[in-house]
């Protein structure tokens, strides 16, 4: 008798855990803030900045990349209007937009040359064998772009496969990296940790276009109870997370 192979399953993919950069994977927050605030001083003297005031842009939405947010502080100073900073969380402005593009150029510029110096205040917040032990796979959507990603890597001591800010598609609250992450791993459950409105705001967007599968947005670190929403994850740092993802 012919002994016929046993029936082939498809494998099952496994969980894939996305994880942002800075304020998740590495503690950049003091990094950026001198690189924003030297930026400012240089390009606008006058303008009054603080770290409340880096913070405040970061819970508005639409400025998780640091160019764009001295673009829009710059702006605002021109305007002379400061103090709509306060008041524009989820809302941003609408009336500002063509000059906050029209400077972002020259924004960039400049705050990538002072990122140069205040980049050695960084540190990774996970180790690999860390992340690795979640038994998921891994990746990375973040808003920095190709040349600061590779920076970021070095930081880290490791790469993933990631999706950065190297076009204007993948520009958070752009759903379009998660989903070409969720895409490059035949991925059916994602989870993505996240830090700002703008990583809430691409999740939940990814899931409305791709409802079949399943999303969940871990919100970390200080801003967690203002970003997150029910049936999001939520921990104070990300080792806390992984914490409980590998008891779950």
Avoid at 19 to 26: K, Y
Avoid at 172 to 197: M, Q
Wanted: with cysteine; hydrophobic share 45%; proline share 8%.
């Amino acid at each position: 008798m012919t002994r016929l192979p046993p029936p082939a399953f498809p494998e099952v993919p496994r969980p894939l855990l996305i994880l942002d950069i800075d304020g998740v994977l590495i503690d950049a927050e003091r990094s950026f803030m001198e690189a924003v605030a030297r930026a400012l001083a240089e390009l606008a003297p006058g303008l009054a900045w603080s770290d409340a005031a880096f913070r405040q842009f970061k819970r508005i939405g639409g400025f998780n990349n640091d160019f764009r947010l001295t673009a829009g502080a710059l702006a605002l100073h021109e305007a002379g209007r400061m103090d709509r900073l306060w008041e524009a969380e989820g809302v941003g402005f609408p009336d500002l937009e063509a000059r906050i593009q029209e400077r972002e150029p020259r924004c960039r510029g400049v705050v990538q040359a002072h990122y140069a110096e205040t980049r050695r205040l960084e540190r990774p917040l996970a180790s690999r064998p860390e992340l690795e032990a979640t038994g998921m796979d891994l990746a990375i959507c973040t808003g920095r772009p190709p040349e600061e990603l590779a920076l970021a890597f070095e930081v880290l001591g490791f790469e993933l496969p990631a999706v950065c800010d190297s076009e204007p598609r993948f520009r958070k609250p752009r759903p379009d990296g998660l989903l070409a992450l969720a895409a490059r791993f035949g991925a059916r459950r994602v989870l993505f940790a996240g830090d700002t409105r703008d990583d809430a705001a691409a999740l939940r967007a990814a899931r409305e276009q791709r409802p079949e599968l399943a999303w969940t947005f871990a919100a970390i670190g200080p801003d967690r109870a203002r970003i997150a929403q029910a049936g999001d994850l939520r921990a104070s740092t990300l080792r806390e997370l992984l914490a409980g993802l590998r008891e779950g």
